[in-house]
């Protein structure tokens, strides 16, 4: 090879079989590094032949994902400038100055010539044109990946660079990142924050002077505070990714602004009213200046584990780095975030060791207090977050100033199955794909020879696996082997003379995101192929199952064929019915979870959905049904997880958390959650005692639009189309329905009030149930109010309800609505469970369990119908969840 490599002739096609090799994995990379290769290649670096740039660089993208210590020898020879000028060339293609920046991120990344070197060749500059958009193409915008490795780049060039931080605070670099907040990938919002992060200087460069001026001046105290506004408006971003960088992120500005925090969070936590902080009573402030003393049970933050040694690279022979991309905590595939390491440590160390720290360096010019106060709420509030891992790192920089949280633990085990709450692993082949559908009845011209028509599953579109790959971004458990590393956000190799480094948490995107280069990126694999034929498989399935449901009257959906105990403390609160097997899931107050098959009997699964539950779970939502579902869980606080992997006994892994709700209402004592999941649009609804419904992108893990409720009484039930996209009705606690549609300008439809002419007694008016007709029509919408009737909408007549059902006099406390037979259910506390047509027909009544002995059904919790087959599952106060059929033994 090397010879051929000599051959001008032939040096294309022997750099083309060489790029082809190293992209076998990381076997090749260290083999061709071992047979001699690496001189070769960085000799051609000096070459202007311009049909070598784009195989040359992918080349050194493949040499670097593996061994970062090449980085010493690129500076030396002046190879970083090579990938400046390819970086900045406009022939290229995003993708491909990706890997330029890849390359270069590299060079800078914890090494300081290579820092200097490229500071010097401009590269501050390239990067925020690019980022900008200012002589790139115009398709560079719309490629995240080099969006992402941009902001990698840049957060690394000025990372504890005093001087590289100036020059990108000169160049006006905070409004750049900021506009990168907004982004729709995570991956590339995620990076804008550790940018800006690392553009905070807290006083680690020894390379300068402490006393320095230019650190109070005007210019750099107006940038932190721009920083610091910019980090803030993400704090309720959907992605645990991007929030992970944001308490990082809080950690170096807390770090720096000490003694400032602490002052001020030791205010507000005086009991006073309307003060910031005096909602969150589970936190205390251990300062002597607080006046408060530390309890002798709290919840320690952190470990305070430290990975030694220097961050100078290891010789070049010396093959693969100790600081290499794939030899740290990150390795090579999942993500940069697991809930499943240690969250202990010695607060009280680490809050000595950060105040001295501060004391050595200069003292920061003290900001606004309104500023800090904001700061100190948005770290509890990562405090507070639904995921483990990011509550973690919150009580982390809380600490820092001095709070820690005072947590009453639950007193339902924290395992279940030998499985801790949010444990995750590795498993790079398990990004379920969000598989969204266009409508089957435009595709299909509407024609049906049916009375009424429902869509079946549309055949998938193309791009269906580009859904929601990025909920596994809280799979992440690295390779610590004997590290005694507890905790990969704690630990990466510090720099000499840094020793304070060691106590704040630090940044993983860029060490996860190096996982891309590292794995194969020329050859396609067949995973896909095998996604699409399993789903074509599903999807026969359905459309059999369909076309039987659309044509039962389910006159005799009464035959009990199951029965299980949960063994729930309060009873069933929520259950459904998964599509292709026969098993159901179901949940209790406790928030904890059950998947049980019905068909052999057995209990499959049973963990907690976090460990502090608080009021219990409102929906159980099934998310890519077709394809490797996940299981959404949203708890009555507006907190949402995603599971995946879930009916494996102890294999459930957390894959995403976020607050679904923002903004309680006044007076509110809790925010009574509503949520439900639209698999065609990718889209979450959650609304409660707010004053909107709040529409998550999930795919983007972005809050993409407010809708508000147009009335001052709060949302009690929800229900998103499955047929139309961007439709959802609403029961309101007065007995009000209204229709939304998010692509209307004020987001509200029409407005009716069916149930507010029934004879009710304080509030017995409540919407407590909510559906779309079965069909194409989207006018159409069953209602049921707590008081026992039962309204079918039509909303292009908001007169009056066309029929009505008085099913349960003073006492519904279910509905269920099949997606495709013309059937509902509803059920009540006086222990029975009606049956209707949509003519209003009662088909029947289920009064007992299905036991030999026949025994009468408890109070009914809630109702669930399969969505392909007449199966009907009914959840009661005593913990009991039955099965009912329209026939002995139903379809499998």
Not at 10 to 19: I, K, S, Y
Not at 257 to 271: E, G, Q
Not at 320 to 330: D, H, I, M, Q, R
Not at 409 to 425: L, Q, Y
Request: net charge negative; glycine share 8%; proline share 6%.
């Amino acid at each position: 090879m090397n010879c051929v490599l000599l051959s001008q002739c032939h040096r294309f096609r022997a750099l083309v079989l060489l790029g082809r090799f190293l992209d076998m994995g990381p076997w090749a990379v260290d083999l061709a590094l071992s047979v001699g290769i690496f001189p070769y290649v960085l000799k051609l670096l000096q070459t202007t032949t311009p049909e070598l740039r784009q195989i040359l660089v992918f080349i050194w993208t493949k040499i670097l994902a593996l061994d970062k210590s090449c980085q010493v020898d690129l500076v030396k020879d002046g190879g970083h400038t090579y990938f400046v000028k390819f970086l900045d060339s406009v022939e290229a293609y995003p993708e491909q100055r990706a890997m330029a920046a890849f390359v270069l991120t590299v060079i800078v990344d914890g090494h300081r010539k290579g820092q200097e070197a490229c500071v010097e060749a401009n590269l501050i500059d390239v990067c925020l044109r690019h980022l900008q958009g200012g002589s790139a193409p115009n398709d560079t915008q719309t490629e995240p990946l080099f969006l992402q490795w941009l902001c990698l780049c840049l957060g690394k060039l000025w990372e504890d660079f005093t001087d590289a931080q100036i020059i990108g605070l000169q160049a006006n670099a905070p409004t750049v990142f900021s506009l990168l907040l907004s982004e729709p990938q995570p991956e590339v919002r995620a990076s804008a924050v550790f940018a800006l992060g690392t553009l905070l200087d807290v006083g680690f460069d020894s390379s300068r002077d402490v006393g320095d001026d230019e650190r109070d001046d005007d210019e750099k105290v107006v940038a932190e505070i721009s920083i610091v506004k910019s980090l803030l408006n993400v704090v309720s971003d959907g992605s645990p990714l991007v929030r992970a960088e944001l308490a990082v992120a809080l950690a170096r500005f807390a770090f720096g602004h000490n003694r400032h925090l602490k002052s001020i969070a030791a205010t507000y936590w005086k009991p006073q009213p309307n003060s910031v902080l005096s909602t969150l009573p589970s936190f205390t402030v251990r300062t002597s200046v607080s006046g408060y003393n530390t309890p002798n049970q709290y919840n320690p933050v952190g470990p305070l584990s430290r990975v030694g040694g220097d961050n100078q690279s290891t010789p070049r022979d010396g093959r693969v780095s100790s600081s290499s991309p794939l030899t740290t905590s990150s390795i090579m595939h999942g993500s940069p975030l697991s809930d499943d390491s240690s969250q202990h440590s010695d607060p009280g160390m680490l809050n000595d060791c950060i105040t001295n720290g501060v004391a050595n360096h200069a003292k920061p010019r003290q900001l606004d207090n309104g500023l800090y106060s904001q700061c100190v709420s948005a770290m509890c509030t990562l405090a507070k977050d639904p995921s483990p891992r990011i509550s973690g790192l919150g009580r982390r920089v809380l600490s820092i100033i001095g709070i820690e949280q005072v947590v009453a633990r639950s007193a339902k085990p924290t395992t279940t199955g030998g499985v801790r709450v949010g444990e995750s692993s590795i498993n790079s082949n398990n990004l379920a794909g969000l598989a969204r559908s266009s409508s089957w009845f435009d595709m299909n011209g509407g024609h049906s020879s049916l009375t009424f028509r429902t869509p079946p599953v549309s055949p998938p579109r193309p791009s269906y696996l580009t859904g929601i790959r990025r909920v596994c971004s809280l799979e992440f458990r690295p390779h610590l082997m004997d590290s005694g590393l507890a905790d990969p956000l704690l630990g990466s190799p510090g720099v000499p003379g840094f020793s304070d480094r060691s106590f704040l948490p630090q940044s993983t995107i860029y060490n996860w995101s190096c996982s891309h280069f590292a794995k194969p990126l020329l050859t396609a694999t067949d995973v896909a192929d095998e996604i699409a034929v399993k789903r074509e498989e599903k999807e026969k399935l359905a459309l059999n199952h369909i076309t039987k449901c659309q044509r039962s009257s389910g006159s005799n959906l009464h035959n009990p064929i199951a029965r299980w105990d949960t063994k729930f403390e309060n009873g069933a609160k929520t259950a459904f019915l998964q599509p292709f097997s026969p098993i159901v899931v179901a949940a209790d107050e406790g928030e904890c979870i059950r998947i049980w098959n019905y068909e052999e009997a057995t209990l499959l699964n049973s963990f907690n959905n976090h460990e502090f539950p608080n009021k219990g779970i409102s929906k159980l939502c099934l998310v890519n049904e077709l394809d490797e579902s996940l299981l959404l869980v949203a708890s009555s606080d507006g907190n949402v997880r995603i599971w995946k992997d879930y009916i494996s006994r102890g294999k459930q892994k957390l894959v995403t958390a976020f607050s679904s709700i923002h903004g309680q209402r006044s007076g509110a004592r809790s925010v009574n959650a509503v949520v439900d999941w639209q698999q065609q649009s990718g889209y979450m609804y959650a609304s409660g005692e707010i004053s909107s419904t709040m529409v998550w992108d999930l795919d983007k893990e972005q809050l993409l639009s407010s809708i508000p409720l147009a009335s001052d009484c709060s949302i009690s039930a929800l229900a998103a189309s499955q047929v139309h996209g961007g439709q959802y009705a609403a029961g309101f606690v007065d007995g009000s329905v209204r229709l939304y549609d998010i692509r209307t300008p004020d987001g509200l439809v029409c407005v009716t009030r069916p149930h507010t002419g029934v004879e009710k007694v304080g509030g017995i008016e409540r919407v407590v149930g909510i559906g779309f007709q079965p069909g194409l029509d989207p006018a159409k919408i069953v209602s049921a109010s707590q008081a026992g009737d039962i309204q079918f909408l039509d909303i292009r007549n908001q007169s009056e309800a066309y029929l009505t059902i008085d099913a349960h006099r003073g006492s519904l406390t279910a509905l269920a609505i099949h997606r495709h037979a013309p059937l509902i259910a509803s059920g009540s506390a006086k222990q029975l469970i009606k049956v209707f047509n949509l003519e209003g027909e009662q088909l029947g009544t289920i009064r007992y369990s299905p036991t030999f002995m026949a025994q009468k059904i408890g109070p009914v919790s809630c109702l669930a119908f399969h969505p392909y087959q007449i199966l009907l599952a009914a959840g009661s106060a005593d913990a009991c969840v039955s099965i009912y059929a329209d026939e002995i033994s139903p379809p499998r």
